[in-house]
């Protein structure tokens, strides 16, 4: 019969065993969730089966929040790459249950076999999943990729746990030669009753909701056929999507670029001009509080050369002035009236 370890307390274990009975063994170095092999001795009902059962209904009270523990589902993990599998464990990260989501992931879970995963660490399940995808070939395009979502109600351990997986999923394909890109992240229980809704996994629907806010025309996504399609396909649209958004952006900032340097060209142009002006308007504005005097040799020369008679005229008068003999005559008398005069005085 096969049990599995529930509780660990020094040198004691308590085991739970497929008919749901709780069993107390010495420890062998066990551990919480391992599943071990054990042989049950017929008993004869008397006093010690009576004793016995006493003490399995004692260990019930002590133990039996620690088992309830066990099965009870804390932790919500999924797998996807085309296959989409699920996976709830306890709090101790012993695997409950294993189910494929769409039809190539059941073909990975059965060819696994579930008791193969259960009660393992997820971290064991992980890897032991991941390999058998890659053998089956899902992983051999270097585009392709794995998604790993984690949920809890402890959003801190979700979180953990997702770094964890991711760094096993790493080390998984590495052993396998495998190039892919794993990507992993906490969702809330909200998403993952979303995803439950659409028959699809978390991760998964991420994806298709990424790729829908990565579209230049949201309505042209029909959300329920890319929800069916494989991981590489989803993000290799994504990538193109936000490719072409980008180039958008790009040509956009260059033309919006192209039309700043017109208008600094047009505004330093028109600061060029106005500064013209300012300057022309000043130079007047000096001018005219500061005229130049007037050149009174070029005025006569001009007034010469315009009226040659009045020249004429004034060179006439002073000739005749000079040639008059009453001019002369008077200028004479005068000069021997003083010299009679200075005669006299001396006499």
Known sequence: MKAVIV?????????????????????????????????????????????VAAIVSCLMLVFGGTAYAYFTPTEYISLDVNPSIEYSINTFNRVLSVVG??????????????????????????????????????????????????????????IELAKDLKNTADATCKENDCDAVVNAEAVGAERVSQAKELGVTPGKLNLVEKLIKSSPDSTSINKDEWLN????????????????????????????????????????SNQNSNQSTTQSNTGNHETLQNPSPPDTNSSENNNKQNNPTSNENSNTSNDAVNNSPSSNDNGSSSNNTNNSNNGNSKK
Not at 39 to 48: D, E, G, L, Q
Not at 103 to 115: A, F, M, R
Not at 119 to 147: F, G, R
Request: hydrophobic share 30%.
């Open 229 to 268: 399609k494989s991981v590489k396909d989803i993000m290799a649209q994504t990538k193109e999507n936000k490719e072409y958004e980008k180039n958008v952006n790009e040509s956009q900032n260059n033309e919006d670029l192209q039309q700043n340097q017109e208008e600094i060209r047009n505004m330093e």
């Open 7 to 51: 509780e660990i307390r020094g040198n004691t274990v308590i085991m739970l065993s497929n008919d749901g009975s709780f069993i107390k063994r010495k420890n062998k170095n066990y551990e919480i969730g391992q599943e071990v092999e054990i042989n049950m001795i017929k008993t004869f009902k008397s006093k010690r089966t009576l004793l």
């Open 101 to 158: 989501v769409n039809d190539d992931g059941n073909t990975i879970v059965n060819s696994l076999e579930v008791n193969t995963l259960k009660n393992k660490d997820i971290n064991d399940a992980i890897s032991l999943t991941l390999t058998q995808i890659i053998k089956s070939d899902y992983l051999n395009n270097p585009e392709n990729a794995v998604v790993i979502t984690t949920s809890s109600n402890d959003s801190v351990k979700a």
